[in-house]
Structures are given as structure tokens and as C-alpha cells.
Nanobody, 130 residues
């Protein structure tokens, strides 16, 4: 049984940092591409960043570029999202999701429908106070 478990969320002041973790079981994360999504109150869920399975390419939406870093650790079978210089507009529930196949470009990744991700975590709340 596949499980993705996020952790690391919390309340932080603007300018602070958090590191989210996505621990996988039932699959080997190295063979899956991982996307971090977020959903703010009253807004649609959006993809924030991704890391491809075979080539390790990473992509970010403009609003987090230079502040967030996605990574993956084979030994712990865990994906991470390091978030620095957090802003109130980063407040959201953050989810990790995985799927087979690489993300060949930012354009390709950004157009993949969410229902093409078969595995999702339960989400972790990130709240950034001003």
C-alpha cells in the first residue's frame, strides 16, 4: 500500500523558513516524479515545484523561484521542500504527489492535470504571519 506522509508545516513569521518532508512508503521515490502543490483558502490548488524521476530536473512557479528548493533523498525515500523568506501569501495547505514519468519541461509539468497523480499525501498546513 502506497503512502505519502507530509510533515514540517507550522506557523512562522514572514521572512522565516520551513522544511516540508514527504515520506514515501510502498514505492521507491527515485522512480517517481514528485510535485509539491498548495491550496490557500478560497483558491484552487496549484503546483508549486516538481522534481523529475530520472534526470532530477526541477521546476518552480515564478512566485517561489529563488526562495523554495525541492529535493529528494534516496536513502530515506523522502522528498523535501525547503522554503525560505516565507511570505504571508505562501500560507496554504501543502501536498506532495507522485506519478510515473519525467517532467520534460516547465510547460509540460504545468499542464499535467492533478487527476494524473495517483498518489497524494494528506497535506500539511503552512501559515505565515505578517
Amino acid at each position: 500500500q502506497v503512502q505519502l506522509v507530509e510533515s514540517g508545516g507550522g506557523l512562522v513569521q514572514a521572512g522565516g523558513s520551513l522544511r516540508l518532508s514527504c515520506a514515501a512508503s510502498g514505492l521507491t521515490l527515485d522512480y517517481y516524479s514528485v510535485t509539491w502543490f498548495r491550496q490557500a483558502p478560497g483558491k484552487e490548488r496549484e503546483g508549486v515545484s516538481c522534481i523529475s524521476s530520472s534526470d532530477g530536473n526541477t521546476y518552480y512557479i515564478d512566485s517561489v523561484k529563488g526562495r523554495f528548493t525541492i529535493s529528494r533523498n534516496s536513502d530515506t525515500n523522502t522528498a523535501y521542500l525547503e522554503m525560505n523568506d516565507l511570505k504571508p501569501e505562501d500560507t496554504a495547505v501543502y501536498y506532495c504527489a507522485t506519478r510515473r514519468g519525467d517532467f520534460l519541461s516547465f510547460s509540460v509539468w504545468s499542464q499535467i492535470p492533478m487527476d494524473e497523480y495517483p498518489y497524494w499525501g494528506q497535506g500539511t498546513q503552512v501559515t505565515v504571519s505578517s
